[in-house]
């Protein structure tokens, strides 16, 4: 018997899984997937310590196979969530309904898209193509042992999909009304500028780090990367920390400290602009470490997107605009593997208290994956 995305939701949302994300969630998640003949395969990567950046990921990669030679659509997504914080109307980890809306932590990001998917496949007969689903639990965190490691594991199998949809909240003011085709990339850059620490009163004999910092700072502000492009807007730089550990008014400090983060367009790649920003540090006597956590990407309006659009359509009666716009997510990793985009729950409340989804959405939802998962596979 077939059960609801609502059921499913609630089934998921009931699994305390911040990020990063292990056992029980996906244990409940696995037990959705076998009586759909899906083969489940689980494993741990990381081998950090409690409480660091780096702590044991579970991730999960589910198959079922159609015949020899027809498609495979895949469905990406993540089981991990955000803290709850404090101030719920119930308990986050406690799905409730409350007039047409369900309640709790992750019901828009984004196990009531997954939800929705597992309830769409039970109506795609095995015989219609081969489906997957690429599920972390390390979307929310660091992204180091996630959607990567899946990402080698689905190539070492040889099961690389022809097409990928990420379930991420998408919709903006109403379900259906954006889709995403494209991300910006990112890359944050940690900045530093050694002196010499001394009394206010004797600068001679000390050097104030922090003009240097100002001068390197104001450089990088000034900096006009681009004027977007058609797909994309403007890239930008915005200095997001600076920082003196000085408690005493009359010190001159020994170090001057600083972080930036770049959103980009595909006019650049990271190295090159942490190259730029790296050689404008050491001009001004600094040092920067720059971290690249995604490229931009694009998958050009075409026959997916419009598989997408018509579903949406179908369901809704409105048609989803194609956007880049917004931060990061891991379709900047599943780019690597074939098409994707990325459609799912209006984004409202995702990441805050009484985080909740419309009963209707999920519903609706549903139907449209389901009519992308047969336009796909030509079911």
Not at 137 to 159: H, W
Not at 228 to 245: A, H, K, M, R, Y
Request: proline share 6%; glycine share 10%.
């Amino acid at each position: 018997m077939s059960t609801t995305a609502v059921d499913l939701a609630k089934a998921l949302i009931a699994c305390e899984s911040v990020t990063p994300a292990r056992g029980e969630v996906f244990d409940c998640l696995e037990r959705m997937l076998v009586p759909l003949g899906f083969e489940v395969h689980r494993f741990i990567k990381g081998e950090g310590s409690e409480g660091t950046d780096e702590e044991p990921v579970e991730n999960l990669f589910a198959i079922r196979r159609g015949p020899e030679g027809s498609k495979h659509f895949a469905y990406a997504g993540h089981v991990d969530v955000v803290p709850p914080g404090h101030g719920w109307a119930s308990e986050a980890f406690a799905p409730e309904i409350r007039g047409e809306l369900l309640y709790g932590r992750g019901a828009v990001d984004m196990k009531g898209s997954v939800a929705c998917m597992v309830a769409a496949l039970q109506d795609i007969p095995a015989e219609a193509g081969t489906v997957s689903l690429i599920i972390t639990g390390d979307e929310e965190g660091p992204a180091l042992y996630g959607t990567r490691a899946l990402i080698d594991l689905i190539r070492e199998r040889g099961d690389i999909p022809d097409l990928c949809l990420v379930g991420e909240p998408t919709s903006v003011n109403r379900l259906g009304d954006v889709m995403k085709i494209g991300r910006r990339g990112s890359v944050n850059v940690w900045l530093e500028v050694d002196g010499m620490q001394g009394h206010v009163a004797y600068p001679h004999l000390a050097d104030n780090p922090m003009p240097r910092m100002v001068a390197m700072l104001a450089e990088l502000d000034a900096l006009h990367l681009d004027d977007g492009t058609d797909w994309f807007q403007p890239s930008n730089l915005e200095i997001t920390e600076f920082d003196v550990p000085n408690r005493a008014h009359n010190i001159i400090p020994g170090k001057a400290k600083a972080r930036i983060s770049i959103r980009f367009n595909d006019l650049h790649t990271g190295a090159e602009l942490a190259e730029r920003v790296s050689a404008i540090a050491e001009k001004h006597g600094g040092k920067a470490l720059p971290i690249i956590s995604g490229e931009p990407f694009l998958t050009p309006p075409g026959a997916f997107s419009q598989m997408i659009a018509d579903a949406v359509e179908a369901e809704l009666g409105i048609v989803p605009e194609a956007s880049t716009s917004g931060g990061t997510s891991d379709a900047r990793f599943l780019k690597d593997l074939c098409p994707v985009i990325e459609f799912g729950l209006v984004n409202a409340t995702m990441h805050k208290t009484d985080e909740a989804v419309a009963l209707a959405d999920l519903e609706a939802l549903t139907a449209i994956y389901a009519r992308v998962v047969k336009a796909v596979l030509g079911a």
